[in-house]
Each structure stands twice: as C-alpha cells, then as structure tokens.
C-alpha cells in the first residue's frame, strides 16, 4: 500500500509539471483599480479581505474565537501555577509600558485607518495584543484579572464576534452602506465597521488567553 502511495504523489506531480498554465488575459483591465472602485477604499488588500472574500474572513474570526475557548477548556483541569514572577526592575518596567502605549496607539490607528493605508482589522488586534501583553509581564496577574472582568471584556469579545458576523452576512446577502468619498476616513461602507470590530475581537481573544496561561502556566 505504501507504493500505491508514493506512485499516486509521483503521478500527482506529474501532472503539475506537464499540465499548461492557464494564464488570464488581464492587459485590459486593472484588477487593482477595479477592486478599489467595487469596495470604495484605496487599500484593495482591505478590500479582499473584507468583501471580495468575507466568505472565508467570517471563519476565520469564528476559529479564532473556537481557539480561545479550547484554551480554556483544554486547561480547565490543570492545577493552577503556585507562583508568578513578573518583571520589577524599573528599567524593564518603563520599556515595557513605553512599547504597550506605542502599540496601543499603533493598534488604534490600523484599526480606523485601516480602509485607508496598510493595516486593518487583524493587524490592529495583534498590536493591541501585544500592548496587552507587555503590561502582563510588568503587571501583577490578579490586577490583570480584575480589570478584565470589571470592564466586561469577555462579553464585549461575544459581543464584537455576533455583530461582526450579523454585518457580515447582511453584505454578502447584497446590502451595503454607501461607500463615501473615496479616500475619506468615513468611507467604505461597512469596512470600516468590520475592522474595528475585528481589532477588538482579536485583542481581547488575546487579553482573554494570555490570563488562562499566566494563570496555569505562569509568565516566565
């Protein structure tokens, strides 16, 4: 059986070399140009992602949001860890919270600007992730914990996932909001819309992990 296996991978590249490659003729059109005219934004790569396949962004936010409820489930049974050590020296400290609040201020700007200029949705949640992160290790755990049950983040985690996936399917289902002015920072329909909601999902997604593992498997 092991042979019918290898002759099967040696015909399957085979035909990869043989086979022509279809080519399409594209010297008429700008891709590029016709995708930013469709969606209404300058960024085209927001655009791919957030409309011309919205299909494949709605799982993607939805295995996300799977993963970090498995990291929840899959530690739920371990034994908390004893003790957490974090950074205290004061030159580590000041680094750390000096890189969260660039980061943060970074996750910001990706996340409203996003239609506009490199950046977007997920780049802006994995900024503010890391803002999140660098006060973690500088943070006791417990601070941490309180904060993020005090200001509600798991359920605004829910929430940004529902809202995202309900404005997802209202566009692929053919509604959208007018596009604006191209190259306005209120443009785009619904895209910028989706951005935010998916920096926030994902840096919360982060916040919420980054707990679960410090909390069983310490920081360091």
Same mark, same amino acid.
């Given at each position: 059986m092991k042979w019918v296996y290898i002759a099967a991978g040696i015909a399957l590249y085979m035909i990869f070399l043989v086979m022509p490659n279809q080519t399409p003729d594209v010297s008429d059109i700008s891709l590029v140009a016709s995708i930013v005219e469709d969606s209404g934004v300058p960024n085209a790569v927001t655009a791919?992602?957030?409309?011309?396949?919205?299909?494949d962004t709605i799982f993607e936010v939805v295995v996300f949001t799977i993963a970090v409820m498995g990291a929840r489930f899959l530690l739920a049974d371990e034994r908390p860890f004893c003790t957490i050590y974090q950074f205290t020296d004061e030159p580590s400290m000041i680094l750390a919270r000096l890189g969260a609040t660039i980061c943060s201020l970074v996750g910001i700007e990706l996340a409203i600007r996003g239609h506009l200029s490199p950046g977007g949705g997920f780049a802006a949640g994995v900024a503010g992730g890391t803002a999140i992160g660098l006060i973690a290790i500088t943070s006791s755990s417990e601070w941490m914990q309180a904060i993020y049950t005090r200001w509600n983040a798991a359920i605004w985690e829910k929430v940004s996932v529902l809202i995202f996936i309900v404005l !997802?399917?209202?566009? %692929? !289902?053919?509604?959208? %909001?007018?596009?604006?002015? %191209?190259g306005a920072l209120v443009s785009g329909g619904v895209i910028p819309l989706l951005n935010i909601l998916v920096a926030v999902k994902v840096a919360l997604g982060s916040w919420s992990v980054m707990l679960i593992f410090i909390h069983y498997r310490g920081l360091l």
């Open positions: 791919i992602i957030l409309r011309n396949r919205l299909y !997802a399917v209202i566009t %692929l !289902a053919g509604f959208e %909001l007018p596009h604006g002015e %191209l």
